[in-house]
Each structure stands twice: as structure tokens, then as C-alpha cells.
């Protein structure tokens, strides 16, 4: 009887241990098999998060120099699956023209308000996206050497120099034609007569007799024409001066006698990669090695 009950014993005893076994394999197998499918699940994430991507950025010709360095930075910054297309740097009016005629963009970034109210209400851009980027300062330049110095609108008034301002697609044109109003120099037209400084857009009016400034289709031209000498003076922003050398300010445009300068920059309607712009948007201005980039080339965060 002894002998059965220790036997019995003997039996149930390797049955535990072999449940135990049983048990502890299949915890492991779960283990394991848990492990794997986080694994699986953590790849694919890691997959999806560098798929590529390509953005079509559309910005304001006096930013071409920093966004491009920029744009070099973002990639390097953890972003390496992200490809910027052959930026586009044109005067606002005209990137507004382009998207009009079909062209593609991702992100829409112009050097007024006035421009980004246009692609708002023609419908290239989403209005939720709009952000105000940089702000800018309107000043006169010569060429390098020129010895000039503080040149004022009232010295333009009475014709000491000659001069250049951007055309009416080009923002820094449309703040020169607000400024040289103050002193007569530009007239406004139709429902703007009358007015100056802030109160016009700069646009739709026409220089008063005796003044036949050059104009010219983008800032980085005007700046040009400076840096030449084909004209004394030329109206361009700060930050071309940055961006193209051979220039030097001689006169800083009075800040209330045009509309304040900013750069809104959105979202595009028909953008195909609405997330990735957004976040590089978003990049842009939070960034400290953005910030660093835009200060470099004379832009102050909005």
C-alpha cells in the first residue's frame, strides 16, 4: 500500500513539473511571440515615418538665400527622407500667377499680406494654414563706395537721385510706391486718391511728372541695379543686403509711411503633402537652428 502511494506520488509529482514546463514554454512562446509583433509593429512605424517625401515650396524671391539653407538644415535634422523640389523664387504676384495657371506647390510663402489675401481668396491656399513667418524693414541702398548717406524720401522729392523700385507684382515695390507717396512722388489712383502712406496698396497708380524711377520684376533685380550703378538708390528690403553683397544701405525708410512688412506663409489647397509641409512649416518657426538661419539673412520671426 506503501509502495502505491509513493509510486502515486512519484506520477503526480512529474506530472507538475511537466505542467509547469508545459506552462513556462508556452509564457515564453507568448513572450516571444509579443516581442516580435512589437518589433514588427515598431518597423513598420519606423517604415512609414521615412517614407519619402518631396515638397514644393513656392516663397517670396528675398528669402531664396536662407530658405535654401534652411530647407539643407531640415534634412539634416532627422528629416532625411523629405526632398525639396526646385524651390521656386519669384515675386509674390507672380508665384500667385503661377499657382492661377496650374502650377503645383505644397507651401505658398509671399512678402505681403496683401499677396496672401489674393491666394486665400482665389482659393489656392487652405485659410486654416496661414501664419504670419518674418517680418522685414524697407531701406535705400547704393552701390558699395558710393559714399553716400542718409538719403531720405525728401531727397528722392527733390530729384537728387535716381532710383529703382520693384514693379507691381513685387511686394517691396508696392511698400516703396506706399513710402514715396508721402512725398508726392507716387500717386495713387481710383479709390486710393488722395490717400498715402499706409492707407494705398502701392498698386494701380503711377509716378508724378518729372519721375521715371526704373522698375524692375523682382527685389534681387532692383538690388542689382544698385549695386550696377545704373541708379543712385534702389528701395529693397534688409535682408538683401545679406543676400546679395556689393550694396550698403545709405537711408532706412521711415516705418510709418508704409504698411507693416510680414511674410504670411500657408498651406496650399492642392497640396498631396499637406502633413509633411505642415510640419516643416511648423519647423521653420519653432526651430533654434532655423531662428539662427533667418537671422543670419536679416529676417526677424513674426
Keep these: 500500500m506503501k509502495k502505491t502511494r509513493k509510486i502515486a506520488a512519484a506520477v503526480l509529482a512529474l506530472s507538475l513539473v511537466g505542467a509547469f514546463a508545459l506552462f513556462g514554454c508556452s509564457s515564453s512562446n507568448a513572450a516571444s511571440s509579443s516581442s516580435s509583433a512589437a518589433s514588427s509593429a515598431s518597423s513598420s512605424a519606423a517604415t512609414q515615418a521615412a517614407e519619402p517625401v518631396e515638397l514644393q515650396v513656392f516663397a517670396a524671391n528675398s528669402l531664396s538665400k536662407a530658405m ?106 508696392n511698400y516703396a510706391c506706399q513710402s514715396l507717396s508721402t512725398v508726392g512722388v507716387y500717386v495713387p489712383a481710383g479709390d486710393e486718391a488722395g490717400k498715402t502712406g499706409k492707407d494705398i496698396s502701392g498698386k494701380g497708380g503711377s509716378f508724378a511728372e518729372g519721375y521715371t524711377p526704373v522698375l524692375d520684376t523682382s527685389v534681387g533685380n532692383v538690388c542689382k541695379h544698385a549695386e550696377s550703378g545704373d541708379v543712385d538708390v534702389a528701395f529693397v528690403y534688409t535682408s538683401d543686403v545679406y543676400r546679395f553683397g556689393g550694396v550698403e544701405i545709405v537711408g532706412e525708410v521711415p516705418g510709418d509711411t508704409h504698411k507693416n512688412i510680414v511674410y504670411p506663409g ?28 533667418w537671422a543670419e539673412w536679416g529676417f526677424e520671426l513674426a
Excluded at 81 to 96: C, M, R
Excluded at 270 to 275: F, I, L, P
Excluded at 280 to 286: E, I, S, Y
Aim: glycine fraction near 8%; charge should be negative.
Design 68 to 173: 535654401e539653407d534652411v530647407q539643407k538644415a531640415y534634412v539634416e535634422d532627422g528629416h532625411d527622407n523629405v526632398t525639396f523640389l526646385d524651390t521656386q523664387y519669384k515675386g509674390s504676384g507672380e508665384l500667385n500667377e503661377m499657382l492661377g495657371a496650374g502650377s503645383y506647390a505644397d507651401l505658398l510663402i509671399t512678402a505681403s499680406k496683401g499677396s496672401m489675401d489674393t491666394a486665400v481668396e482665389k482659393g489656392y491656399v487652405d485659410k486654416s494654414t496661414r501664419v504670419d513667418m518674418f517680418v522685414n524693414d524697407l531701406v535705400v541702398v547704393s552701390k558699395e563706395g558710393s559714399g553716400l548717406k542718409d538719403v531720405t524720401l525728401q531727397d528722392i522729392a527733390d530729384h537728387k537721385y535716381t532710383f529703382c523700385v520693384g514693379d507691381e507684382s513685387v511686394p517691396a515695390g
Design 266 to 293: 500657408a498651406i496650399t489647397s492642392d497640396s498631396k503633402n499637406a502633413e509633411a509641409a505642415a510640419e516643416f512649416l511648423d519647423w521653420c518657426l519653432t526651430s533654434e537652428k532655423a531662428a539662427k538661419i
